[in-house]
């Protein structure tokens, strides 16, 4: 059974950062990508980037992409930080882990994603 659990979020003063992880019970987790998504309240759910099979490639959001970095390691986690946050970061973020095609579109589109974790909140206060 796959399992994908986030943790780092929390409450946030405007203009500071997080790193959100992700730990994944992936067996063969580098040949997954790993993308990281958010869903304000009453908003849908929105790409914010994501990272192929063996840090191959990024891909971000054009509203987000000069502020954030995100990786991965070996020991089956993935990283999210993003600095100079901002009110409208609040959300709830989830990571979500999938294989196939290395593209933008692909990586950008939840319903390519098979397996997601729960989500942490991230509250930014003004």
């Known amino acids: 059974q796959v399992q994908l659990v986030e943790s780092g979020g929390g409450l946030v003063q405007a203009g500071g950062s997080l790193r959100l992880s992700c730990a994944a019970s992936?067996?063969?987790?580098?040949?997954?990508?790993m993308g990281w998504f958010r869903q304000a309240p009453g908003r849908e759910r929105e790409f914010v980037a994501a990272?192929?099979?063996?840090?191959?490639?990024t891909y971000s959001a054009d509203s987000v992409k000069d502020r954030l970095s995100i990786s991965r390691d070996y020991n089956n986690k993935a990283y999210l930080e993003i600095h100079s946050l901002r009110p409208d970061d609040t959300a709830v973020y989830y990571c979500?882990?999938?294989?196939?095609?290395?593209?933008?579109?692909?990586?950008?589109?939840?319903?390519?994603?098979?397996?997601w974790g729960q989500g942490t909140q991230v509250s930014v206060s003004s």
């Open positions: 990272i192929s099979p063996y840090g191959r490639n």
């Open positions: 992936l067996r063969t987790f580098s040949s997954y990508g």
């Open positions: 979500a882990a999938r294989e196939g095609p290395d593209n933008y579109h692909s990586y950008s589109t939840a319903g390519e994603y098979p397996y």
